[in-house]
């Protein structure tokens, strides 16, 4: 079992900047990929960033140049630096992680990933 719990959330003027957090407890060694979603109301949920054991990276192209994704696997912990924070990018923000060795293709999705966070919150001011 993995239990993941985000941190780090909270309100900030456009164009500030927020780190969030994700501690992993448990079986956390046999993950293979780490991600960050996001959902704001009335949407589906969507891939924001993902980095996998080895280091690699991706991100959706919203965020791109402005979001880096990093882990600390000594501590169990992901990490999102948020940069240039735009009001669009206001929403309940999740951590994911799977064991699976999936294809780079599938990262940013959903279903991708079996552990998940209950969310923070993250808003936006103009």
């Known amino acids: 079992q993995v239990q993941l719990v985000e941190s780090g959330g909270g309100s900030v003027q456009a164009g500030g900047s927020l780190r969030l957090s994700c501690a992993g407890y448990g079986y956390t060694y046999t993950t293979y990929l780490w991600a960050w979603f996001r959902q704001r109301p009335g949407k589906e949920r969507e891939g924001v960033a993902v980095i996998n054991r080895d280091g690699g990276t991706l991100y959706a192209d919203s965020v791109k140049g402005r979001f880096t994704i990093s882990q600390d696997n000594a501590k169990h912990t992901l990490y999102l630096q948020m940069n240039s924070l735009k009001p669009e990018d206001a929403a309940m923000y999740y951590c994911?992680?799977?064991?699976?060795?999936?294809?780079?293709?599938?990262?940013?999705?959903?279903?991708?990933?079996?552990?998940w966070g209950q969310g923070t919150q993250v808003t936006v001011s103009s």
């Open positions: 994911a992680a799977d064991y699976r060795s999936l294809g780079v293709h599938s990262w940013l999705f959903e279903w991708a990933y079996k552990y």
